[in-house]
């Protein structure tokens, strides 16, 4: 550097007179500047190109038994379903629930007026009676009818008229005990109770209003759904069916269906499955339109998470469990159709490596071919990277603590 200003200072002497030496002297000072900048940055760009290594963190696969399992989305259903209709007609005296009780089988709902149905009772109960009467006079009229028959007294046709009008007070006493039942259930009905246990809808009619019973017309109340255990219903396509039914038969479970086919369940904000149940229910036919069949998971929900009419993400075991190596999806990369992962060797060197993916296992992968469980994977950081590049490697956490 020197050397250079002085070549400088030497020419200018040369070239310029003494009038301009301050001048030179100022051009000499400027130039000198510009040199030891322009060395001082050469040299900084070239330190930051040694020392410039990529931060990667890198982790050992985890090696584990897994199975495998077909995911399906369904519907959650209640296991019981019950519309609450009005069976008698007549005024709504009462409501006797909040909307969303949780209600037992028998309680108590909605009281409609009972005045003009213990009314019809008690003039079915008086008929009644006056059948029973009309019973016994009429026996004892066939008891005297026979005797006198027997002492030739009266006529074979008076004898059969007194018998068949013994005859016919029995019925009259069967008609009017039926309607004395017809009645006592009516005045029964006034009060709509409970058929299953389950949480209750909001009442659809309030009091005050007039309700018609019975029929197609019959007016809804509310609802009242079961909620443990819950059902969902998935639809699974031919293949996959045929699968279960063969690993279920190798296995020694029985049939699909049974209590020892395990089912899982994830809802719209989970990302596992954390809910364990089982198959009760394959339909026995096919339906030809989509080529699918339904299966039925029954699952427990004792704090009531699960509510009928959620959608459902259902999963089957399709496979026993097995030894396998997994990695996180993150450290797969994509290369056109073919998928690949970045080792880091002994000397920090990262290596490109093809591999076979397998099934997805939480939020991991199968590694079939192209690792080994002692080898050490780039986790983060893969996009800037190349083969054969040095890294600057961080170990890290096992993935098997994040699955």
């Known amino acids: 550097m020197k050397k250079e200003i002085h070549k400088l200072a030497v020419i200018h002497r040369l070239s310029l007179p003494g009038r301009s030496m301050q001048r030179t002297r100022n051009t000499l000072m400027v130039a000198a500047a510009l040199i030891a900048m322009i060395g001082c940055g050469n040299h900084d760009d070239s330190a930051s190109k040694q020392g410039a290594l990529p931060n990667v963190k890198i982790a050992q696969p985890l090696s584990q038994e897994v199975s495998e399992w077909d995911e399906y989305t369904g519907r959650i259903e209640a296991v019981n379903s019950v519309d609450i209709r009005a069976r008698v007609s007549g005024y709504l005296e009462k409501v006797n629930f909040k909307a969303g009780d949780k209600v037992r089988k028998g309680d108590l709902l909605f009281q409609i007026d009972p005045k003009p149905f213990t009314a019809q009772l008690n003039y079915a109960e008086a008929e009644l009676e006056r059948a029973k009467s009309k019973h016994e006079l009429a026996k004892n009229d066939l008891a005297r009818a026979e005797r006198l028959f027997r002492a030739k007294a009266i006529s074979e046709e008076e004898h059969d008229a007194r018998s068949k009008g013994l005859r016919e007070a029995v019925a009259a006493v069967q008609s009017a005990d039926a309607n004395v039942y017809t009645a006592r259930l009516n005045l029964e009905f006034t009060q709509v109770r409970s058929p299953i246990d389950g949480r209750i809808g909001r009442e659809l009619i309030t009091a005050g209003n007039v309700v018609n019973g019975g029929g197609g017309d019959a007016t809804l109340l509310t609802f009242i759904v079961s909620t443990d255990p819950v059902y969902v219903y998935v ?102 159709a073919q998928r690949f992962i970045w080792v880091v060797n002994q000397e920090n060197q990262v290596e490109y490596r093809k591999v076979e993916l397998g099934a997805h296992i939480g939020q991991s992968r199968v590694i079939t071919q192209g690792l080994k469980p002692e080898e050490w994977a780039v986790i983060e950081g893969i996009q800037k990277l190349k083969p054969g590049l040095k890294v600057n490697p961080e170990r890290i956490t096992p993935v098997g603590s994040k699955l």
């Not at 038969?249 to 049974?258: A, H, K, N, Y």
């Not at 699918?292 to 026993?320: C, H, I, K």
Request: glycine fraction near 8%.
């Open 235 to 336: 639809d699974a396509d031919e293949r996959s069916v045929l699968k279960y039914r063969r690993q279920a038969q190798q296995g020694g479970r029985g049939s699909l269906g049974d209590e020892q086919t395990p089912v899982e369940l994830a809802v719209a904000d989970e990302l596992s499955f954390p809910h364990q149940g089982h198959l009760d229910y394959i339909s026995p036919r096919e339906d030809a339109a989509t080529g699918t069949l339904t299966l039925r998971g029954v699952f427990p929900n004792p704090d009531e998470l699960l509510s009928p009419g959620f959608f459902a993400r259902m999963r089957v075991r399709q496979s026993a469990p097995y030894p396998a190596i997994l990695l996180p999806d993150r450290a797969i990369g994509t290369d056109q």
